[in-house]
T-cell receptor
Framework: GENVEQHPSTLSVQEGDSAVIKCTYSDSASNYFPWYKQELGKRPQLIIDIRSNVGEKKDQRIAVTLNKTAKHFSLHITETQPEDSAVYFCAAWREYGNKLVFGAGTILRVKS | DTAVSQTPKYLVTQMGNDKSIKCEQNLGHDTMYWYKQDSKKFLKIMFSYNNKELIINETVPNRFSPKSPDKAHLNLHINSLELGDSAVYFC???????????FGSGTRLTVV
């Protein structure tokens, strides 16, 4: 079945620096890759997503890149702010089984 | 108007009891899910229903029984609760294809 690996598990950056979180997936049939942000005590919320026919997508300070050949996708946050501190999850949509498979999450801490 | 709503938000109960968590979505999505998030924040899928039909049943003890009376509702009943069942349980829903996968606010279950 699909397996999604996410690195690093924790990431500390200084306010204003960039943060990069990387994921790899195993199922070449996966075609949709969302990223979720979960603040303490709250639900995971979709922040950006990318489909397999696109290599990069940007929304203000966040961007996602996808390398289908290598089965890698990454989240990039620029000019980090304290409110970016949260747990971030990558995920891959697997058509067979009709489910999102999540990475283990990355705890991002932005120090001011 | 909350898109995916869960009740209760908090549940504290003794070992051996039976409890239910309810979930409702008003997004018109075809598929609903239950996830368990443990203390390490990992989001593990438990069940998935598509139009009231069970399509995913991961390795979950049979003390957990989902019920979907219609495609807008997915409830989770847990028998003979154990300490290890303590976690946050998230309901989610999605249309076909996974785009717009939306989580409920979660139910924090504590078994004492």
């Amino acid at each position: 079945g699909e397996n999604v690996e996410q690195h690093p598990s924790t990431l500390s950056v200084q306010e204003g620096d960039s943060a990069v979180i990387k994921c790899t997936y195993s199922d070449s049939a996966s075609n949709y890759f969302p990223w979720y942000k979960q603040e303490l005590g709250k639900r995971p919320q979709l922040i950006i997503d990318i489909r397999s026919n696109v290599g990069e997508k940007k929304d203000q300070r966040i961007a996602v890149t996808l390398n289908k050949t290598a089965k890698h996708f990454s989240l990039h946050i620029t000019e980090t702010q304290p409110e970016d501190s949260a747990v971030y999850f990558c995920a891959a949509w697997r058509e067979y089984g009709n489910k999102l498979v999540f990475g283990a999450g990355t705890i991002l801490r932005v120090k001011s | 108007d909350t898109a995916v709503s869960q009740t209760p938000k908090y549940l504290v109960t003794q070992m051996g009891n039976d409890k239910s968590i309810k979930c409702e979505q008003n997004l018109g999505h075809d598929t609903m899910y239950w996830y368990k998030q443990d203390s390490k924040k990992f989001l593990k899928i438990m069940f998935s229903y598509n139009n009231k039909e069970l399509i995913i049943n991961e390795t979950v003890p049979n003390r957990f029984s989902p019920k979907s009376p219609d495609k807008a509702h997915l409830n989770l009943h847990i028998n003979s609760l154990e300490l290890g069942d303590s976690a946050v349980y998230f309901c989610a829903s999605s249309p076909t294809g996974g785009y717009g996968y939306t989580f409920g606010s979660g139910t924090r279950l504590t078994v004492v």
